[in-house]
């Protein structure tokens, strides 16, 4: 995931100098069926943001849909004959998100870039004498402060495009009128739920 949305480039020691390098973290989740038999371990690297200041970043929050606004749109929409209800999850949301502003750097311990250079040995030569590998973030890493308020502003931007509209007063609702349908996006930071017909289903 990381390779593939190029969410990390690996940089020499030197690049990063006088600037704070955050560490990193891999955790680990076994996953298993309904039946409760083993499924896989599924993996997360994650950025150690806890050292950076907050007051570097004002906007560091994500916003995520009210409970009120979930009722309220089921309500409304309960006896629409013509809907359906989709869930959409979105793989990976914030290695997908363009990281704003100066560059982050973040180091890979020994251990986890021994594990990295076994998948991808051409980093070898980028290996520091500490033994660690360090990257610049391309992308918005889990960990970062601002991470999820970029998110945000990511998808806010892909479903506009899309033709919906965030709600006044509730920015994790998103609406698109199509004659005399209208559709309903609720956002829970990665997580969609879509209230619309078949053929928008489709479209998004």
């Known amino acids: ?45 994650v950025a150690d943001g806890r050292d950076r200041d907050p007051a570097m970043f004002p906007s560091k929050s994500s ?57 991808f040995p051409e980093l070898k030569k980028m290996v520091d004498a500490d033994g660690c590998l360090y990257t610049w973030m391309l992308k918005a890493i889990y960990g970062c402060v601002h991470a999820s308020a970029l998110w945000y502003l990511e998808i806010k931007k892909i479903l506009e495009g899309l033709g919906y509209e965030a709600s006044a007063t509730d920015r994790c609702v998103f609406r698109r009128r199509v004659g005399e349908r209208v559709f309903l996006l609720l956002l829970y930071v990665d997580d969609i739920l879509a209230l619309v017909d078949q053929e928008e289903a489709e479209r998004i």
Do not use: C
């Open 1 to 45: 995931m990381f390779v593939d949305l190029k969410a990390l480039q690996p940089v020499k020691k030197e690049s990063t100098r006088g600037v704070q390098v955050l560490s990193s973290h891999m955790f680990l989740v076994e996953k298993y069926l309904a039946n409760g038999e083993y499924d896989k371990t599924k993996g997360r690297m």
């Open 63 to 119: 916003p995520t849909v009210a409970i009120h606004s979930v009722f309220t749109v089921l309500g409304l929409m309960a006896a629409m004959s013509w809907l359906i209800v989709v869930k959409i999850d979105i793989n990976g949301a914030f290695l997908q998100t363009p990281m704003t502003g100066g560059p982050i750097y973040m180091r890979l311990d020994p251990k986890l870039t021994h594990f990295t250079i076994s998948l």
